[in-house]
């Protein structure tokens, strides 16, 4: 039979990750961060970047300030089809600049020709890496026969301050919003 315990260090069970740690015995707590809040969204990075300097160029404490970007999507812009030929191209040329590293660091210790060890070692890193390249494209059996670039985007960009700092806030970025339109509607 088991006895009730108290709150206290030795009563803790162990978790996933292990034995919690309790608070010290001074009753230290660790701090939470404050809470936040929006004060304004914008459509594109720049926007809520330019809202921020604002906010920074009339003296607002921006280390209060979080840029948020929300509804994120990955997005994968097709480049080029990928074939044994550029596949293998791509991998010299990361093995010649292996190469070219690896010469660098022999030729600093050889007592010969540092310049033909440079040589050597940047074609024989643009070979090895022809050959993993092409063989590397091969082994996918077609399966990705093209190139790509990746991309994070948000579908719109928060400002979130500390809430005790988001009247200010809002206020400064009423006031960027008014000078935008007037500068838009005066051309």
Do not use: C, K
Not at 100 to 116: A, E, M
Not at 130 to 154: P, V, Y
Not at 168 to 183: G, H, M
Request: no cysteine; charged share 10%.
């Amino acid at each position: 039979m088991t006895t009730p315990s108290t709150p206290g260090a030795g009563n803790l069970p162990p978790g996933p990750a292990g034995t919690p740690v309790p608070p010290s015995a001074g009753g230290a707590v660790p701090e939470l961060a404050p809470p936040t809040v929006t004060v304004a969204t914008y459509p594109d990075y720049a926007a809520a970047q330019r809202a921020v300097d604002y906010l920074s160029d009339s003296g607002f404490p921006v280390q209060h300030t979080a840029i948020v970007g929300t509804g994120l999507r990955l997005v994968e812009n097709v480049i080029g089809r990928l074939t044994t030929g550029r596949a293998a191209s791509a991998g010299a040329a990361s093995g010649a600049w292996f190469g070219l590293f690896i010469g660098v660091l022999f030729g600093i210790f050889s007592s010969g020709s540092w310049v033909g060890v440079l040589i050597a070692a940047v074609a024989i890193g643009a070979v090895w890496g022809a050959i993993f390249g092409a063989s590397a494209h091969a082994m996918t059996r077609g399966r990705r026969d093209f190139t790509s670039r990746s991309s994070l985007q948000a579908e719109q960009y928060a400002i979130a301050v500390e809430a005790e700092q988001a009247e200010q806030a809002r206020q400064l970025l009423v006031r960027l919003n008014w000078r935008t339109s007037e500068a838009g509607t005066a051309g």
